[in-house]
């Protein structure tokens, strides 16, 4: 009888979950007509457009956008800046290519994120990066220009729901259903959730907002991280 090769149920075990999540992506009409979209447009569409194509709001369809993601199917790209700001992020169908493009930045990330976790402040340092970032990625106010607390909100979770993180706001709080870098994450000391946590306090503190994170809760269920929101001091 032969011998079977060691891990063998193991792998079995992940293709069959991964074709799970193919065949549950792909069986909402909503995803399925996206997914037709973008097979039309291999250059890739941004989630406004196609809210405009299939009649829906966009943070429905970075919603639906995000799920895809998870099954491998769609992949994301910062576009082409046409005005100051936060640069479009632009969606295509994720070919063989981007998949193994893919694994070799989770590696990366997984060496970084290591690295990081054995300084003694690499956790700071990692806050430090996402809070620079953060910034960057939000939209520039003018001058003595204030944003309000539903604003500064709506602004976090649309940039969070573009990096893939399938924001839910409410109750003074941002409930994460994806976590992008999820194996990382748990593996990693703590760095990836330093990073998300200061990339969403520079967002805040670029928009001038009065609201400031408070803690974020990692897994509080197994695909479910929330960010606490409260008033800056």
């Known amino acids: ?86 640069p479009r992020v632009v969606y295509a169908l994720r070919g063989e290519s981007d998949a193994a493009r893919h694994e070799n930045y989770r590696l990366l990330a997984t060496i970084l994120a290591g690295t990081m976790a054995e300084l003694e402040d690499g956790p700071a340092r990692a806050a430090q990066a996402g809070r620079a970032w953060g910034r960057y990625l939000v939209r520039r106010l003018p001058p003595n220009v204030r944003t309000s607390d539903a604003a500064a909100t709506r602004a976090v979770v649309d940039l969070l729901a573009d990096e893939g993180f399938r924001p839910e706001p409410g109750g003074g709080e941002i409930r994460m259903h994806t976590c992008p870098f999820r194996d990382v994450a748990e593996s990693g000391g703590g760095i990836v959730c330093a990073v998300h946590r200061g990339l969403i306090s520079g ?31």
């Not at 997914?35 to 569409?45: H, M, S």
């Not at 369809?61 to 790209?77: E, F, K, T």
């Open 1 to 86: 009888m032969p011998r079977r090769r060691p891990g063998a149920n193991l792998q079995r075990g992940l293709e069959k979950q991964d074709e799970h999540r193919v065949h549950r992506a792909l069986g909402d009409e909503h995803r399925a007509r996206i997914v037709e979209e973008l097979d039309r447009n291999p250059g890739g569409l941004d989630a406004h457009e196609l809210a405009r194509r299939l009649g829906l709001h966009p943070n429905t369809v970075r919603w639906h956008l995000g799920i895809l993601a998870d099954a491998g199917l769609v992949a994301s790209r910062p576009g082409e800046r046409t005005s100051p700001g936060r």
């Open 203 to 233: 967002a805040l503190e670029e928009l001038r907002s009065s609201l400031e994170v408070e803690r974020l809760d990692a897994f509080v269920e197994p695909q479910l991280c929330v960010v606490r929101l409260g008033r800056r001091a």
